[in-house]
């Protein structure tokens, strides 16, 4: 390095730059970090690269995991997870816990190397034992999920209290997230939002996130809504995509204060845009019925698209609704079929009472009786009211199904009783072609039903 590179008042990085050049490992390694990290001289990524790597040949171990790291990282040098590698086990054999560290991610990841999730354990147990907090972490974290080795609570949740213990904050929430559930240990809902407490106060957004959430919730804390919202607001700040949904979900509620659709819009758009399947949900809501911003079918066909793309049962449905309807989107009743059963195979009742009257009608999808009853049933066993109702008309008719108006007159029953307007105008027609005891027998098949599904909600969807 010539001399005129370095300004001749910095004196350190003089004296750096003049030791390194005669070859001395540690000045060429400090001069590395300063260019690195602008400490004293302009950032360089180019040259701090050159000087780690000199010091990381003449053998100095916390040169080489530098300069691993920046291999890893392309900065200065091209990226090359293989020379990463190499460079993170020369040091991690010389003993240094962070080389060890990223060593054991690069096993755990396959990255630069055949994936081994037992070396990477190893790896993470040597760093761990030499007190460093975020190998700890990592090594909990594999016995929690069976990484490397079975699953033992009891030695991650050990692990994690050591991480904890030494302030690192990715710790702290996870071992608050065992405590929560139980797991290696009796579950302590106080204990939990302690540990989150901690992890919120270092500024970890998942942790102020969990916090917040506690006080909306009252878990391990007194339930208080005015709490919550500081700390989802500091979550959201951070880009917390839970954090911002859960904030845009109190806001358009005004729960804990003043209701504001404007900032909740605000937050539900930036989660959506992160790729936050419920939040996608929500904006589509939002555009379809004016709530915040002035109505859109276009924009809101496009974020339930995005929404039912990654499986949100309730988007997939509601794009159901709008192919068959022609809303935002042409007209189409063959992919409102598959969107109806992409939603109606994940359980939602109201998909699959749609996808019973598109094969009842032919619509989309080849007429078909049978399929209808079927889809029809898994709705109504649910109790979708008009699920209920489409199907006691299935089996009044004889559609599908062996003719049995009994059954039929129990199904429109639960209906009627559901609330569905036309159950209720109709079950008198039904009723009059039954016998007294033909209509006691609906009635008692009626009570049987509700006696073994007291948990099921009764709803009415179109």
């Known amino acids: 390095m010539r001399h005129s590179d370095v300004s001749p008042e910095n004196s350190v990085l003089a004296w750096f730059a003049r030791a390194a050049g005669r070859g001395d490992a540690y000045a060429q390694f400090n001069l590395g970090l300063m260019f690195k990290n602008g400490d004293g001289v302009a950032r360089d990524d180019a040259r701090a690269a050159e000087w780690l790597r000199r010091a ?104 994690l209290r050591k991480a904890a213990l030494g302030k690192y904050a990715p710790a702290e929430v996870a071992l608050g997230l065992m405590l929560r559930r139980g797991q290696g240990m009796a579950a302590n809902d106080l204990e939990a939002a302690y540990w989150f407490r901690r992890a919120a106060g270092r500024g970890d957004p998942a942790a102020q996130r969990l916090l917040g959430l506690c006080y909306l919730d009252g878990v391990g804390v007194p339930r208080d809504d005015k709490a919550a919202l500081p700390w989802l607001h500091c979550a959201a700040g951070q880009g917390d995509a839970e954090a911002q949904f859960s904030l845009a979900l109190l806001l358009g509620s005004g729960r804990g204060g ?40 276009r924009q809101a066909f496009y974020w339930y698209r995005l929404a039912a793309a990654q499986g949100a049962a309730n988007a997939q449905f509601t794009l159901g ?99 569905d307007p036309a159950a209720s105008a109709n079950k008198a027609i039904v009723a009059r072609r039954l016998s007294a005891r033909q209509i006691e027998d609906a009635r008692d098949l009626s009570r049987q039903w509700r006696a073994r599904a007291p948990g099921r909600e009764e709803r009415r969807t179109a």
Request: charged letters at 15%; glycine letters at 12%.
């Open 321 to 419: 609704v709008m192919y068959a309807n022609g809303q935002g989107v042409h007209r189409d009743e063959a992919t409102a079929v598959e969107w109806y059963r992409r939603a109606a195979e994940q359980g939602d009742a109201s998909a699959q009472n749609n996808l019973g009257v598109m094969y009842a009608t032919g619509q989309g999808v080849q007429q078909d009786d049978a399929e209808a009853v079927r889809w029809y049933a898994l709705a109504a066993e649910q109790g979708h009211a008009l699920a209920q109702y489409n199907l006691g008309g299935m089996v009044n008719s004889g559609r599908g199904v062996p003719r049995d108006s009994v059954r039929a007159y129990m199904w429109m029953l639960l209906a009627a009783d559901a609330g």
């Open 258 to 297: 003043p209701r504001d659709e404007a900032e909740a819009l605000a937050l539900t758009t930036r989660a959506a845009k992160q790729g936050h399947m419920l939040a996608q949900y929500n904006l589509g809501n939002m555009y379809a019925h004016g709530r915040g911003v002035p109505a859109d079918v």
């Open 56 to 159: 990381a040949e003449r053998g100095l171990a916390f040169a080489q995991n530098h300069y691993g790291t920046m291999l890893y990282q392309g900065r200065g040098v091209a990226q090359s997870d293989a020379q990463a590698v190499g460079w993170f086990a020369l040091a991690a054999e010389q003993g240094d816990p962070s080389a060890q560290q990223n060593l054991g991610d690069m096993l755990r990841a396959g990255r630069g190397v055949a994936r081994n999730p037992e070396l990477a354990l190893g790896w993470y147990q040597r760093a761990a034992s030499q007190n460093l907090p975020s190998a700890q972490h990592l090594l909990g974290e594999c016995y929690l999920r069976g990484e490397g080795a079975p699953v033992n609570h009891a030695l991650a949740a050990a692990w």
